[in-house]
T-cell receptor, first 117, second 111 residues
Framework: NAGVMQNPRHLVRRRGQEARLRCSPM?????VYWYRQLPEEGLKFMVY????????ESGMPKERFSAEFPKEGPSILRIQQVVRGDSAAYFC???????????????FGPGTRLTVL | QQPVQSPQAVILREGEDAVINCSSS?????VHWYRQKHGEAPVFLMI?????EQKGHEKISASFNEKKQQSSLYLTASQLSYSGTYFC????????????FGGGTRLMVKP
């Protein structure tokens, strides 16, 4: 049973370019969470999605950032017109969406490390 | 509002014990503990549900005091492999599947 998959693992962009980060949840999971982590810091929640629906985007910057989780295919976090401050590790986690309980939790992918030159 | 973890960092010798605390200002439904090694993804350790239970995982165990909205992670007879950053993720009673993570506790175990 494959775990959460993210690609690319490393992404380098120049200022002003667009970055697209992809996340395929664990098999059987229908909910995806995106987090940003700066070096030596904690995990900052960005957005929570289920198929074709954004549940909570309270952690998303108002501009340049967007996320989707289409009916088919991976979830995508899109950053337009990247700036140096966007450089970070972006982690995706998936969960069953049944209510976090003693049987399940959020499982993290390996992350995408974005570097903006 | 994110939970507060303490200490922020701790250095141990192999075989020593450590306690990592996680406190929230919100009423909690569950607490989830993860360990992250440098450059890697956070790895799930255990969940604690309200009810004040205590769970164990090898020499790593945890407790959850629902009334105080606190959880503690206990590392006994630490091994070199325990080094990493430990995060607690809290689920508030009305959070509906969402976790809020603390700032992390950096643990270094030396030979």
């Amino acid at each position: 049973n494959a775990g959460v998959m993210q690609n690319p693992r490393h992404l380098v962009r120049r200022r002003g370019q667009e970055a697209r980060l992809r996340c395929s949840p664990m098999k059987g999971h229908s909910h995806v969470y995106w987090y940003r982590q700066l070096p030596e810091e904690g995990l900052k929640f960005m957005v929570y999605l289920q198929k074709e629906n954004i549940i909570d985007e309270s952690g998303m910057p108002k501009e340049r950032f967007s996320a989707e989780f289409p009916k088919e295919g991976p979830s995508i976090l899109r950053i337009q017109q990247v700036v140096r401050g966007d450089s970070a590790a972006y982690f995706c986690a998936s969960g069953p969406g049944l209510g976090l309980s003693s049987t399940d939790t959020q499982y993290f992918g390996p992350g995408t490390r974005l570097t903006v030159l | 509002q994110q939970p507060v973890q303490s200490p922020q960092a701790v250095i141990l010798r192999e075989g020593e014990d450590a306690v990592i605390n996680c406190s929230s200002s919100k009423a909690l439904y569950s607490v989830h503990w993860y360990r992250q090694k440098h450059g890697e993804a956070p790895v799930f350790l255990m969940i604690l549900l309200k009810g004040g239970e205590q769970k164990g995982h090898e020499k790593i165990s945890a407790s959850f005091n629902e009334k105080k909205q606190q959880s503690s992670l206990y590392l006994t007879a630490s091994q070199l492999s325990y080094s990493g950053t430990y995060f607690c993720g809290t689920e508030a009673n009305n959070a509906g599947n969402m976790l809020t993570f603390g700032g992390g506790t950096r643990l270094m175990v030396k030979p």
